[in-house]
């Protein structure tokens, strides 16, 4: 039986399994998995968050050693609990989402080299104000203008010749989380990190507030059956992210992928319980090359046709 069937009400919600011995203790151990994948993700930051500041430990490292941890946790929870089992990669899209992924990792690591002068200068190496009182506020200012650059994406044209490539997948999984264009990596990490620094957030709270917002940024891309329920009104989570990849452009809003808080504000947010998309991907498939053809979709911002027009509000 299919995980998810649709209901009287035209909703599509999780279907349990037939109730029969290991099935039904399947069902116990997935319902167990449900309601602590999120809490575990989050402890999870806390704690190297903590460890990573009392210890001085180099960000360098810190950060990319606990993104892979988040991809391998959650990719496991992929195979345990997922939303949808046919959104799980083939052996072909594993190929072009490893590439795409090491193309992001670059345009990541490029963007960093950026503004890293810039920080270096700016950004002092203590807090200025008690460090757990400014967390808070660079991760607002942060996610306020990941925010802005992401709904820019969708309305500008020549943007969303970048920021379209994402879309392209008709899945939403945590491997093609790393499908993106070079240019709109470098772009929308470039102006995050150089707002933090020109506002003058300190290192560590900078370091902490991105550990977060790399925790949700794949969270919320996984194919995951994890609910959060009203704390969708305050943080962004995988029900409201498939909506965001939705065909159906009137239901397609949720721009930020750490906080719903800015999607509240500016009218963008449209998950209720239990509203699912019936289908991710491209309004219009052919606007774009398809994910394998990788070199196309990188030269596709430069192509002389006519931009499609971005998706409307």
Partial sequence: MDEREPAADGEIHSADYSVSGKRAAG??????????????????????????LSLRW???????????????????????????RNWHPGKDEWRWYGIWFLLTMAGS?????????????????????????????ALLAGSLVSYLVHRLGHRNALLWRLHGVHHVPEKVNVANNGVNHVLDIVLAQSLVQLTLA????????????????????YFVHANIDVRIGPLNHLLASPEQHRL?????????????????????????????PGREPAAVGLHDPASFPGTGEILAALLHPWRRRPAPAPDPE
Avoid: K, M
């Fill in 27 to 52: 069902n116990s151990v997935s319902r167990i998995l449900r309601a602590v994948a999120y809490p575990v993700l989050l402890l999870a930051v806390v704690c190297v968050a903590t460890f990573a």
């Fill in 58 to 84: 180099d960000p360098a490292w810190v950060s990319p050693l606990f993104l892979i941890g988040v991809i391998a946790y959650l990719a496991l929870l992929e195979r345990l609990i997922p939303y949808d």
């Fill in 109 to 137: 690591g490029l963007a960093q080299l950026l503004v890293a002068l810039a920080v270096g200068l700016i950004s002092p190496e203590e807090p200025a104000r008690h460090l757990w009182a400014e967390i808070p506020g």
């Fill in 198 to 217: 020109l506002v003058g957030f300190s290192r560590p709270a900078v370091l902490v507030a991105g550990l977060f917002v790399a925790a949700q940024g």
């Fill in 244 to 272: 965001h990849h939705s065909t159906d452009l009137s239901e397609a809003g949720h721009y930020g992928s750490d906080l719903s808080c800015w999607d509240h504000l500016f009218g963008s947010f449209t998950w209720r």
